[in-house]
Structure formats: structure tokens, C-alpha cells
């Protein structure tokens, strides 16, 4: 198995995507608070930074809460772009506080512990009936015929998505986020214009029939939520949704196959698994660990800030690696060992603060089951050739995970 040594920060390499951790070390050594030119942010490479910074009020996932973009010495997006950011900014990952407050509190009343929990025999009856068939065909793609259909059926089941609806949504979602690149193309930008569009046009229409003819779903949920007379309007529901259904599945499909990937990469780890299922708890967490499917996060800094000794002012972009800060030596003993019964592990997978993943407690329960059912039922499970990462970088995922049974 190749690794290359890559010390330079460079996300659109495809070595550096498949193997990011040299360069990590590089600038927590040596460059923790660093410019990086090409796309005019701030590296952010320690994980007491990361974290103190996903929680500093001082910084947001928007500006545009305080200020307008040329108010804040940005330009203004594109106008093609207005439907994408229509969408977009309808839901709470991409605004502030008030609104987000908001809107988190109403989607809490349709999204509680409760209802998630009581979602894991289902979970467990959709991982045992896809990992059978993937037995049944003596292997194939762990990807395609686990790892994906699992978390979209979860969702979809959720929010009331009809079944023969569903093959629409993973290349809708896919779409969205390449958006969500460093510097996208534009053909990028217009493909995540026009999948933003069909996926909201679709919701929407969705929407208007739960409101006149409720089901038990989330949309239906949502639509019917009040708190104090408040409730969504049509694009906050149609957002909420978007955003539930991307995250909702994006993540969770890369973190399964790049956590099996690391599994057959340490074959000590994946014996001591087998032999005591009931370390899959710690396993998930230091899995998300390991290779977090969500290498960046950006926020905007809204006042002048010091981070390490840095000034950094306001009006550019932070970029918090999380997958350096999940490798911090810092706060993780022997970092770069993949240790599934790790018991000391603050992982910022799911980032920290009022943006805090809404869907960790989902996340978690579907890569339980899912590897679960696999080690249940595909004891001899292996690996039928060395996978490809995908070209992206912030949202990082294999393009697909060829097995045996």
C-alpha cells in the first residue's frame, strides 16, 4: 500500500486528499495559525483553537445577520447563485442567531432523542437486509449497497419522502455540496444551482400536500410545529429539509466507508472488533476520529480576533481543519494509532457550539448497526481492492469500497 509524504497544504491533490495527515502535523508544528493565498482563509491546524473557535460568538457561519456583503468588504455572490442561497440560508446551517436560534428550537420540537432512539430497530431491520444481499452476491461495492442506501432510506423514511422518489435524492445532495469546495468551478456552481432548484421545487410540493394532509413523517411534523403562536414558513420547512436530507446521509456514507477502510488498513483493530461487538461504540467514535468525513469547516470572523498569537481581522474566513485537530498529539494520546476501544476521545466530527450536529445521535446509531450487521453476518468480510478517494476535500469520501464476503 503506497502513502506518499505530502507537507504542504495543497486540497486539490488528489495524494494529499488520500492521505492529509503529514501535511496536519506540518502545520501544527509549524504553521498552527497560517494565510493560505489561493483561497484567502486562515488555517486553523490545533484542536484547542478548533474548538475554542466553533464556540466563540465572535465568529459565524454568516455575516449576513450584522452586515451586508459590501458592508463587510465582500462582493456579492453571483446572481445565478440566488436559488442555491435562497435554500440555503432557509436553514439553520448557514445563518445566526436569532434566526437560527429559532429555527433550531422549532425543528428540536419535530427532531428529540426520544424519536431518534426509537428509530433503531428500523435501523437495524434496513442494515440487516442490505448486508444480506451483499452476502447473497458473494461481495460487491460496500458503498453502493450499504453504505449509501442505508442513511438515504433512514431520511427518506423520516421526513416522508415516497419511496419511488428516493434514487433522486443522493445525486441531488451530492450536487448541493460541491458547492461547499474550495474554490468550485463553475460548472460546479451551476450544477449546485440547478440540483438546489429541482430539490426545493420538489420539497415545496411535497410540503403544500402534509400541511392539507398530514402524515406521520417529519415534513408533516414540521409543517404542523408551533411554539408561541411562531412556526416555518415554506422556505424555512423547505431549507430545514434540504439541510436535513444532505446531512442527514452525506456524512454518514463517508464516515462508513472510510471507517471500514481503516478497519482493513489495521487488521489488529478489525480482529479485536469482531471478537468483542460491544466496543462498537468506542469504535464509531474513534472511526469518526480517525478519518472524519468533514475535513474543514469555515466561518466568517465578525470582529477582530487573536488566535496563537495571531491577529486575524474581520472580514475573511477561518478555515478549521478538522481532521488536524483530530490528530492533535496535544490531546489525543498516540494519535495516528487507530485505537477502537479509545475511551478518552473529544472528536470534533460534529463540530461544537450552536452548530453542533443536530444528527449526531442518528450518525452514530446507523454506523452501529450498519457495521454491526456486516460483522454479524460477513465474518470473513475483506477487502477486494484498494479503493479511490473522491476529488473532493472538505466533504472527503472513497469513490467506492470493492469486497469480498
Known amino acids: ?55 466563540d460568538r465572535r465568529l459565524g457561519r454568516s455575516y449576513l445577520h450584522m452586515a451586508t456583503h459590501e458592508e463587510f468588504g465582500r462582493q456579492p455572490e453571483p446572481e445565478f447563485q440566488e436559488p442555491f442561497w435562497r435554500v440555503v440560508r432557509a436553514g ?7 434566526v437560527h436560534t429559532r429555527l433550531r428550537r422549532l425543528v428540536s420540537k419535530a427532531f428529540t432523542p426520544r424519536m431518534v432512539e426509537s428509530l433503531r430497530p428500523r435501523v437495524r431491520k434496513i442494515a440487516t437486509e442490505l448486508t444480506e444481499g451483499l452476502v447473497e452476491r458473494g461481495g460487491g461495492d460496500l458503498l453502493a449497497e450499504v453504505a449509501e442506501p442505508l442513511p438515504v432510506t433512514v431520511i427518506a423514511e423520516m421526513l416522508g419522502v415516497p419511496e419511488a422518489d428516493r434514487h433522486l435524492l443522493r445525486p441531488w445532495s451530492a450536487d ?35 400541511r392539507d394532509r398530514p402524515g406521520d413523517d417529519m415534513i408533516s411534523a414540521l409543517a404542523q410545529v408551533v411554539d408561541d403562536g411562531d412556526r416555518l ?21 463517508n464516515a462508513t466507508g472510510s471507517g471500514w477502510w481503516a478497519l482493513f488498513r489495521n487488521p489488529g483493530e478489525l480482529e479485536r472488533l469482531r471478537a468483542d461487538p460491544g466496543l462498537m461504540p468506542t469504535a464509531v467514535e474513534e472511526l469518526l476520529r480517525w478519518d ?15 488566535v496563537g498569537g495571531v491577529t486575524i481581522p474581520r472580514g475573511v474566513e477561518v478555515a478549521l481543519l478538522f481532521g488536524s485537530a483530530n490528530r ?26 450552536i452548530h453542533f450536529c443536530l444528527g449526531a445521535p442518528l450518525a452514530r446509531i446507523e454506523m452501529a448497526e450498519s457495521f454491526g450487521a456486516l460483522l454479524r453476518l460477513a465474518p470473513r468480510l475483506a477487502l477486494a481492492e484498494e479503493p479511490a478517494w473522491k476529488p473532493s476535500y472538505v466533504i472527503r469520501g472513497l469513490e467506492s469500497l470493492k469486497v469480498t464476503v
Not at 439553520?92 to 436569532?98: A, K, Q, S, T
Not at 472524519?292 to 466568517?300: D, G, I, L, N
Open 292 to 306: 472524519t468525513p468533514a475535513q474543514m469547516f469555515e466561518r466568517w470572523v465578525l470582529e477582530d480576533i487573536e
Open 92 to 98: 439553520m446551517l448557514d445563518v445566526e442567531p436569532p
Open 1 to 55: 500500500m503506497r502513502m506518499v509524504c505530502i507537507v504542504k497544504f495543497d486540497p486539490w491533490n488528489p495524494e494529499f486528499i488520500a492521505h492529509p495527515y503529514d501535511a496536519y502535523r506540518h502545520l501544527r508544528e509549524n504553521d498552527p495559525v497560517g494565510f493560505f493565498e489561493p483561497t484567502g482563509q486562515w488555517l486553523i491546524a490545533r484542536h484547542a483553537d478548533v474548538n475554542a473557535l466553533l464556540r
Open 176 to 210: 448541493i455540496c460541491g458547492m461547499y469546495e474550495l474554490n468550485p468551478s463553475l460548472e460546479a456552481q451551476h450544477t449546485a444551482v440547478r440540483a438546489a432548484q429541482e430539490f426545493a421545487e420538489y420539497l415545496r410540493d411535497l410540503a403544500r400536500i402534509r
Open 328 to 353: 492533535d498529539p496535544e490531546v489525543f494520546a498516540d494519535p495516528d494509532r487507530l485505537d477502537i476501544g479509545r475511551v478518552d476521545n473529544p472528536h470534533i466530527s460534529f463540530g461544537a457550539g
Open 233 to 253: 414558513t415554506e422556505d424555512e420547512l423547505v431549507g430545514t429539509c434540504v439541510l436535513l436530507l444532505n446531512a442527514g446521509h452525506e456524512a454518514t456514507v
